[in-house]
C-alpha cells in the first residue's frame, strides 16, 4: 500500500516535471552537457519550485549526481527526530518525479532515488 | 498558493505554473484510479474538505479579520479576501435568493484551469475545480457556519462562466447568538 503511493505520487511529479521544463526553458539556450543540465536543475529548477538551490552537487563523473538540499522545503515543518524518518520518503517521490520528469524531457533517462538522514536534509 | 511562513514572514508564494500543473497531475491519476466521475469528484471534495479544515487556520492567521456577522460578509470575504490570498482572483459574489442564505461566486478567471483546454468526452461531468469546494466546506465548518458548497456552471463543461454556490444551512436568525 505504501509502496503503490509512493509510485502514484512519483509519476504524477513526473508529469509535473515535464511540463514544468518545457516551460522554463523555453527561452533558455541549448544546453552543453549533462553537467549543465544538472546544474540548471540545482540552481535555476530548484530555484523556481522551493525558492532555494541545492546545497551541494556531486558527481563521479560516470553518471551518477547526487544533489543535497540541507533545509528541504517540504520537510522543514517536521520535526527533526527519528519519529516520521520512515515517512520521509513519500514526501520526496513527488520530488524525485519532479526531476525524472523534467531530466526525461531534456532528453536524460534516469533514475531518480532520495535519501533523508536527517531531517530536514535530503539527498 | 502560499505555504504558511515559520518564524520569518518569508514571501512563500510557490510557482504558479508548479501549482497548476500538479493540480493537473492531480485530477488526471484521479481520473486513473476510479472510473465513474462522480467518485473523482467526491474525491476531490474529500480532498478539499481535509484541506480547508486547516487552511482556515492559515487564513485567519494571515488576514487578521474581525468576525463576520452576517452571511453575505461572509461570503464577500471568502470571495475578496480569501480566494485573492490563495488563488489571486476575486470572484464577485451576488446573493441568489430572499433569505440571504444562498450566494453564488462568479469567476471570470479560474487559474486551476489554466492549462485545460476542454474536458475529454468520457468525462463530461467531471468537476474540475470539485477541491475548491471542498476546501470551502471544509472551511466555513471550522468556523461553525455548516454550508452546501457545489458548482452551479463551470466554464469546461460549457458554460458561460464558473460560479460557486454556497448555500448556507442555518436560518440566518440563528447569528445573531455570540459564537466564536
Known amino acids: ?123 | 498558493m502560499s505555504r504558511s511562513p515559520g518564524r520569518k514572514q518569508e514571501n512563500h508564494k510557490i510557482s504558479r505554473e508548479l501549482f497548476v500543473l500538479t493540480y493537473g497531475a492531480l485530477v488526471a491519476q484521479l481520473c486513473k484510479d476510479y472510473e465513474k466521475d462522480e467518485d473523482v469528484n467526491a474525491c476531490l471534495d474529500r480532498m478539499g474538505y481535509s484541506i480547508g479544515i486547516r487552511l482556515i487556520d492559515d487564513f485567519l492567521a494571515r488576514s487578521a479579520v474581525k468576525k463576520c456577522r452576517s452571511y453575505s460578509e461572509t461570503a464577500d470575504m471568502i470571495a475578496q479576501v480569501a480566494f485573492k490570498m490563495y488563488l489571486g482572483v476575486t470572484p464577485s459574489v451576488s446573493c441568489s435568493n430572499a433569505t440571504g442564505n444562498e450566494f453564488s461566486l462568479i469567476l471570470d478567471k479560474n487559474p486551476l484551469v489554466d492549462f485545460v483546454e476542454e474536458l475529454p468526452a468520457e468525462r463530461a461531468s467531471l468537476c474540475y475545480c470539485n477541491l475548491l469546494c471542498g476546501v470551502i466546506r471544509g472551511a466555513l465548518e471550522m468556523v461553525h457556519l455548516a454550508a452546501e458548497v457545489s458548482f452551479l456552471q463551470d466554464r469546461l463543461k460549457g458554460d458561460a462562466v464558473t460560479e460557486i454556490g454556497i448555500t448556507f444551512l442555518r436560518k440566518p436568525e440563528d447569528r445573531r447568538h455570540r459564537r466564536n
Open chain 1, 1 to 123: 500500500e505504501n509502496g503503490r503511493c509512493t509510485t502514484k505520487l512519483e509519476s504524477m511529479g513526473f508529469r509535473v516535471g515535464q511540463g514544468l521544463i518545457e516551460r522554463f526553458t523555453k527561452d533558455t539556450a541549448r544546453f552543453k552537457d549533462e553537467l549543465d543540465i544538472m546544474k540548471f536543475i540545482c540552481k535555476d529548477f530548484w530555484t523556481t519550485v522551493f525558492k532555494k538551490q541545492i546545497d551541494n552537487l556531486r558527481t563521479n563523473h560516470q553518471g551518477i549526481y547526487v544533489l543535497q538540499d540541507n533545509k528541504f522545503r517540504l520537510l522543514t515543518q517536521m520535526s527533526s527526530g527519528k519519529q516520521y524518518l520512515e515517512h520521509a520518503p513519500k514526501y520526496l517521490a513527488f520530488t524525485c518525479g519532479l526531476i525524472r520528469g523534467g531530466l526525461s524531457n531534456l532528453g536524460i533517462k534516469s533514475i531518480v532515488t532520495a535519501e533523508v538522514s536527517s531531517m530536514p536534509a535530503c539527498k
